[in-house]
């Protein structure tokens, strides 16, 4: 845009330099137009420095909105967030993870290996750790 201004001004210049006689219509006549032609060129600057405020404004409003929609619309399944165990099916040996959420259906024994095809079923009640913890394994 300042290319236009700059053309703007040159004819002020130019106008001001031929000491037109603003007394006679001719004068009258080319300084106002190049006193429009200013004006327009002025308005023009500010408009195009307001579209560009307010394409600014949009980008940052596009990034608002995608931010929003991915917490949204973001998948159900986000392991990375649950914790994550691992254990180990006793027929075929398989190394099986699991969440929080898999552990009622562990002790449900509604939890299948998906190797083997074994229900999974884990013994809260005994300890195998052979040391002074007050269980019963002793």
Do not use: H, W
């Amino acid at each position: 845009m300042s290319e236009l201004t700059n053309r703007a001004s040159y004819l002020k210049g130019l106008a001001d330099g031929l000491n037109l006689d603003t007394e006679k219509a001719e004068g009258k006549l080319i300084n106002e137009l190049i006193n429009l032609v200013c004006d327009m060129s002025d308005e023009l600057e500010a408009l195009d420095d307001e579209q560009a405020f307010v394409a600014d404004k949009i980008d940052e409003i596009e990034d608002v909105i995608e931010i929003m929609g991915d917490e949204i619309y973001a998948d159900d399944c986000d392991c990375d967030d649950e914790d994550l165990y691992t254990i180990v099916c006793d027929k075929c040996g398989a190394e099986i993870d699991f969440t929080d959420e898999d552990i009622d259906d562990i002790v449900t024994g509604d939890f299948v290996c998906p190797d083997c095809g074994e229900v999974i079923e884990l013994d809260f009640d005994e300890c195998d750790c052979g040391c002074d913890c007050g269980c019963d394994c002793e």
